[in-house]
């Protein structure tokens, strides 16, 4: 028990200095393919820090939600990298790392945000969080069918044992079952994420904006809770990929070198996973918001036919 | 544009951005931002001339951005505000407001002669004044418009990078 709880809380001091690094990664990169010089790894962290330190200035009409909705994001975040498996396959013994407590509480942020979004009143705001919501709706039951069509194999629907019995057996992971569900995870969690195709998250036009549009109201620390709390969720869904896909490196058994291994592993492997995304976000436009829910449709297909195929195949 | 062909472009065009020149004095009170400034830009009433120039600072030539400087789509995220053309009667309030909306410490930059005095427009019947009239400005940009250089020199006085 004693091991499990330390390496959740090191999972989560980790993904609070890792995830503003893997945007500013992700940034750069992005930068360089676009001939520019970039503003280095390390902006986004001057960005949050500086975003910290300053007051909010909120709508003379908004209500607590503004304060209380960003804070709640973080906290979802915060709480998804504590659960996933992503160091360590350690199951905490009161909450496991299970699929629907891991898709409810990644619910729970994305409705904070979209009341976020609503409660100054603004077109914008209320634009974004339909949008949103619209695009949550389509998104979270492929998550849990893509998720539950691995979890078939295994047995279980706790993701650490999910991860460990990909590790033990390694010929899971390139079955069809397998293939086709996490191609089908990959969309869903690019669509949750706000990432292209999906959203493009460095647009100034209002009109094409989903996440951008919630925050436009949101100032100072508020913002600040927001951008890190997105970031966190990226990044601890991106290790969650990157583990279902690699889990070589995770740590099963808690010993001291493992814990170093595990983490240089999940940071190399989510940092990788990040510059891969970033160069094909380069190669890729933003599809037309009406064609947005034919896509995750098309991701959900996808996932229904990894389930079935796992009560055939297996 | 088929990927193949983009990334072709990519390898031919390499690094557009031109060498940084060395940066200048940081500007007092900027160090609270800690090299990191979110600009809002406002066009209170010009000709888009200042906005072109403002438009290339922030282009993969002059790449304003590597100094830690991001424009931004609201004046919320917003630690400085920059403003080019003289201010139209009906950019008064709006202006005003967009001022407010915007958390403090805040910095207002005014970009082109029209922002500072008026320039050409200062007598036309729906100029209500320049912008110095009707908000506080800390740093101004002379120039009719102002090259693009100039508009990343003063920039980087908030960041100091």
């Known amino acids: ?314 | 544009m088929s990927v193949s062909r983009l990334a072709r472009l990519i390898r031919q065009s390499g690094r557009i951005a031109e060498p940084a020149p060395p940066a200048p004095t940081l500007f007092a009170g900027a160090e609270v931002f800690g090299g990191s400034v979110q600009v809002r830009f406002i066009n209170a009433g010009g000709c888009n001339d200042c906005a072109q120039e403002v438009a290339s600072a922030f282009g993969p030539v002059y790449d304003v951005e590597r100094y830690g400087i991001r424009l931004v789509a609201s004046p919320r995220h917003a630690d400085v505000l920059l403003i080019t053309g003289a201010v139209t009667r009906n950019m008064i309030e709006p202006l005003r407001r967009t001022i407010d909306a915007t958390p403090t410490p805040r910095f207002v930059i005014a970009v082109g002669d029209c922002a500072i005095t008026g320039g050409v427009f200062a007598e036309g019947y729906g100029i209500a004044g320049p912008v110095s009239e009707f908000v506080d400005v800390d740093l101004s940009v002379p120039g009719n418009p102002p090259a693009p250089d100039l508009i990343v020199e003063a920039l980087r006085r908030m960041t100091g990078r």
């Open chain 1, 1 to 314: 028990m004693i091991p499990a709880i330390a390496i959740a809380l090191l999972q989560l001091v980790l993904f609070v200095f890792l995830s503003p690094l893997l945007i500013g990664v992700m940034r750069q990169v992005r930068a360089r393919l676009e001939g520019r010089a970039g503003s280095g790894i390390w902006q986004p962290w001057r960005d949050v820090r500086k975003l910290v330190a300053k007051d909010p200035v909120r709508a003379s009409d908004s209500s607590w939600m503004l304060a209380a909705g960003p804070v709640t994001l973080l906290v979802s975040s915060l709480l998804l990298c504590v659960l996933l498996p992503l160091v360590g396959t350690l199951p905490l013994p009161l909450v496991p790392s299970d699929l629907f407590v891991i898709v409810s509480i990644m619910l729970i942020g994305v409705v904070a945000l979209a009341l976020v979004g609503l409660d100054a009143g603004t077109a914008f705001g209320g634009m974004g969080s339909s949008r949103h919501m619209t695009v949550a709706a389509l998104v979270e039951p492929t998550l849990l069918l893509a998720v539950y069509a691995l979890s078939i194999p295994a047995g279980t629907s706790t993701l650490s044992l999910i991860v460990e019995t990909r590790l033990q057996n390694p010929a899971v992971i390139i079955s069809p079952v397998s293939l086709l569900a996490m191609v089908a995870l990959a969309i869903a969690i690019m669509a949750e994420t706000s990432r292209l195709p999906i959203d493009n998250p460095s647009t100034h036009l209002e009109l094409t904006m989903l996440h951008e549009a919630m925050v436009l109201e949101a100032s100072g620390r508020d913002l600040a809770w927001l951008e890190l709390g997105s970031w966190l969720k990226l990044a601890a869904l991106l290790g969650l990929l990157s583990n279902l896909i690699l889990p070589w490196g995770v740590l099963t058994d808690f010993s001291l070198p493992g814990v170093l291994v595990g983490l240089g592993a999940v940071t190399a492997k989510i940092l990788l996973l990040g510059v891969a995304l970033s160069v094909g976000e380069v190669f890729l436009a933003k599809v037309r918001l009406f064609r947005v829910p034919e896509l995750l449709a098309g991701s959900f297909a996808l996932a229904l036919l990894a389930v079935t195929a796992s009560y055939l195949v297996a």
